[in-house]
């Protein structure tokens, strides 16, 4: 049964019970030999039995309907079969999702997403029905019964699966912690291979594989986020996040963790206020132990170094700003969005539109220490065609909005053949509709994406 492992998987309270062989106190592992991890069980599993009822009474309610003609209720109850197989594979989906890193709670933010969809549905069909109360106030009575199962279904979500999630989070944190201090050797550390792209063009991007909203709130819908591909000794595993404070415009300050446990908690970090100038738009990015951005209110890019806090601060050449050439999609465009910095195999990249190349995407490689540009190109993208751009291997993408649940990679520009293609159609779904920052990093070969105020990443397949 497709939907066991997923008991298996967020129906369990966890209790677990570390200690030490040699009974020493918990933390304290480098004097521990072994770390023990007892696991019981009680109820609390995913509500099958309820959502398969739910499933099956609607397709009842679907037959009767059928049956007397309401060819209105028809239309709702049919989409929201529809949306109910859909929900149920998701739920599949999830199950194989699942990757044992507590990855997949991003899959139960889209079921969450869908059921309230179909709770709206719902209300739909009781506000149609209502109209023919006499012949099916039975049925209504069900459709109620039906909301309230899709409501405990939600509750149970929020509630149950959400917290235990976290609780298993600081468990495994706990966990790994003591394990760490065991370890013998560190895992080593991998360079990235700067110049070296024998990995092949982009194929596929992932399902997103986590997700979680970022540290502030639903309330900053613009930011970004990622780990530095090329860190400071002792960085290696820091994470980065800045958020748009103020009006979606700038943001003051970046947020560093020093782990990816931390991260994920939202435990301790530490604050790193700008100097000179504040970063406008979502478009920064850290490298080389340093953040880089568009310089607020001016067509400037400033350096922040992360060690020294001293700022450098240069024209963009011709550059767009301060809204002349955003990202955007059809019926709107993402604030700020002018600059927008990306790394890859190379090393930094800015991405902008200038008035000379009549606003389409112009690609330059930057000197990391005086942000001069090392080698530009003209395309012919038109900037505000696009939604977000990145670079792999010197091959610029862009990506375009094609619904609130799927964006599209649709063209490629290739720096070093100069070859330009605007037939790509590489799809892939989302947690949210927007995509406010979008970058690889060449470290992990991974996408790091902030999406209406969620943070998530995406694997990436090459062929
Ligand atoms: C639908 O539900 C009604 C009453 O709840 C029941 O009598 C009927 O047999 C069901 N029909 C189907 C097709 O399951
Ligand atoms: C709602 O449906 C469930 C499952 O079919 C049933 O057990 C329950 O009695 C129903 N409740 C109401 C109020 O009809
Ligand atoms: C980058 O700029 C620095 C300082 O101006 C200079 O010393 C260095 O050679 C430049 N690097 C490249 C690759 O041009
Ligand atoms: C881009 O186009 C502008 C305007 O035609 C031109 O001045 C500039 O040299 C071009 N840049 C490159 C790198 O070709």
Redesign the pocket.
Known sequence: MALLALIRIFGFFLFWTLASADGDVLGEARVAKRCYCDLQMSDGPFPRLQFEQLY?VS??CS??LKDQQFNEPIDIITNMEQRLKSLVQRVNEFEEEYDGELYSIISFRIIEIEIAELTDLLNQLQEKCSRNQNDITELVT?VQNITSQVDELEEYDRLKVVREHRKNIMLEKTLSSCQNALLVTPAPYVTPQIGSCSFGSLKAVSYPKSSMLNHFGTSYPYGSWGKDPLPAAGKEDLYWLVIMSSSNRFGTKIRLFSSHAKFLTKGTHNDVTFKTFNAQGSGGTMFKDAYYYNCYDTGRLCRFDMTTQEVIHVTLPFAGYNDKFPYCTLSSCYMYTDMDLATDENGLWVLYATEFNFGNLVVSRLNTTDLSLLESWNTTLYKRSATNAFVICGVVYATRYLSSETEEIFYMFDTTSGVERNDLSIQFRKVLPGIQYMNYNPRDRKLYVYSDAYIVSYSLTFE
């Open positions: 099956s397709e009842n037959h009767r069900q």
